[in-house]
């Protein structure tokens, strides 16, 4: 099978990558073992909370300078401050391209709210998501925040006791349906994805427009847990004109509704494009040969190599199995590729939870145009996007998202430009 790129992995940085391909003309195959990093996202893509030594940043382009100079391995660092400049707001443009509206920017975070009712900061949330533009208050002064009776994964009482210390008052509506009730039966099953997959068919709209009408009428927003919305996205927008009060989504804990529903859209656009997705598809191994990645073998197709020009690495990281953590060494399973981790194992880890963990930056070496290293020398044409990579932590920063997609567009732009543009 011949392709003028192939990616390995289909997260959110494999899917960018792959759209961005396409979209310059690309013939472009995705091999996906499976679920990705997004199946347990908050539905916000962080760019850059804190620098590596802890200190917030509240505008990412101050701070871009300490950032290379604290970590110049960071994949940030490795892309000049003009290219990660051009990359966040070239990553905004490319979400409201494919039809995937977002909330925020790069010149300043918002706060998005945890199912906790917390705020953390955060650069891009998706359409309908509940946040905030401060700290230290909320949008509104009274929110009605409703839950399914019986839902466990979402707790109303948490957020309204974290509200009511930012000055904002909530009530609390429960309520069932005869459709829900039917779930409700095993509560194992009484989950955010299959309460979707009904609260989504326009048959229950009549039913929980009523419901939601129980709203107060002085309060200025509905607070939904993001269990509505995976199949049919457009539900929210039609409730909200129905009764006339903005509805927002508050995430619940996993699996992340909203993330399936990024997921999915990407997958379907990719395919939309006419990208090939090959998903249950695990990549086993790759040949090498004079500084080129030349064939791919995976375990559906056998002997049968995936060929191509360009391959890209986005396998993510220990989470997707793109890293691989044994008693003795951190090593990338496909390629055998560098990787930068210390040899030492009790240094990989600090028994403090709460300090950082030093395996969380462990990644795959790369050069600065994100070529892979093998045996210390740059692959030609295998580049390496997303959590895989070295020299970040996103846990600790708050800068997993952005790390995903900047490196993704960076990576298919190195491609077109160096293959041409549409054919
Ligand atoms: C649980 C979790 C929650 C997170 N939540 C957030 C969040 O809310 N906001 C945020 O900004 N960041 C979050 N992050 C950080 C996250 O890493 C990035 O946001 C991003 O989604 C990672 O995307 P990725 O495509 O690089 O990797 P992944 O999402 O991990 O995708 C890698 C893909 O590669 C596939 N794969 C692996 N090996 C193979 C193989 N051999 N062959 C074929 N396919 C393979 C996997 O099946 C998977 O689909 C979270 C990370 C985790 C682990």
């Not at 995705?30 to 940043?57: E, R």
């Not at 939309?272 to 998903?279: D, V």
């Not at 040949?287 to 030349?294: I, N």
């Not at 045996?375 to 996007?385: F, R």
Request: with cysteine; hydrophobic share 35%.
């Amino acid at each position: 099978m011949k392709f003028d790129t192939v990616i390995i992995g289909g997260g959110l940085s494999g899917l960018a990558c792959g759209i961005r391909l396409m979209q310059h003309g690309q013939r472009c195959a995705i091999v996906s073992s499976g679920q990705s990093a997004l199946h347990f996202s908050s539905g916000s893509f962080d760019l850059l909370n804190n620098l590596p030594d802890g200190t917030p940043v509240s505008n990412v382009l101050a701070e871009y300078d300490s950032l290379a100079k604290l970590s110049p391995k960071h994949p940030y660092s490795k892309l000049g401050k003009e290219t990660f400049q051009k990359l966040i707001s070239e990553s905004e443009t490319f979400f409201k391209n494919v039809g995937l509206p977002m909330q925020g920017n790069g010149m300043k975070n918002h706060y998005r709210i945890t199912p906790l009712g917390l705020l953390k900061p955060t650069w891009l949330s998706t359409a309908h998501l509940a946040i905030s533009d401060f700290e230290t208050s909320l949008n509104w002064k009274k929110v009605s925040i409703f839950n399914i009776s019986g839902f466990l994964d979402f707790y109303p009482q948490f957020l309204a006791d974290e509200f009511s210390k930012l000055g904002t008052k909530s009530e609390i509506i429960l309520f069932s349906m005869p459709a829900i009730d039917h779930l409700r039966r095993n509560p194992s099953e009484l989950r955010s994805t299959n309460i979707s997959r009904i609260l989504d068919k326009p048959e229950h709209k009549e039913e929980l427009v009523k419901v939601l009408k129980k709203a107060a009428s002085d309060s200025e927003a509905i607070l939904f847990p993001a269990c509505i919305g995976l199949d049919n996205r457009d539900i929210i927008g039609e409730l909200q004109k129905e009764i006339n009060k903005p509805i927002y989504l508050i995430p619940t804990l996993p699996p992340s509704t909203i993330g399936i529903h990024l997921q999915q859209y990407l997958h379907e656009y990719f395919i939309h494009l006419g990208g090939t997705y090959m998903l249950g598809d695990t990549v086993k191994r790759a040949e090498v040969e004079g500084g080129k990645a030349t064939r791919l073998y995976s375990f559906n197709h056998g002997d049968i190599p995936f060929i191509a020009k360009n391959f890209v690495l986005a396998t993510g990281s220990y989470f997707s199995q793109g890293l691989i953590a044994s008693a003795e060494k951190v090593y990338e399973p496909i390629l055998g590729l560098d990787v930068d981790y210390l040899a030492n194992r009790p240094d990989w880890y600090d028994k403090n939870i709460f300090e950082t963990q030093h395996y969380q930056s462990f990644g795959v070496k790369t050069t600065n145009t994100l070529n892979a290293l093998k045996n210390g020398n740059a692959l030609d044409n295998l580049y390496v996007s997303g959590a895989i990579l070295e020299g970040f932590n996103p846990i600790k920063e708050g800068s997993g998202g952005g790390v995903s997609i900047l490196t993704a567009l960076y990576v298919a732009d190195r491609i077109v430009n160096k293959e041409g543009g549409i054919k």
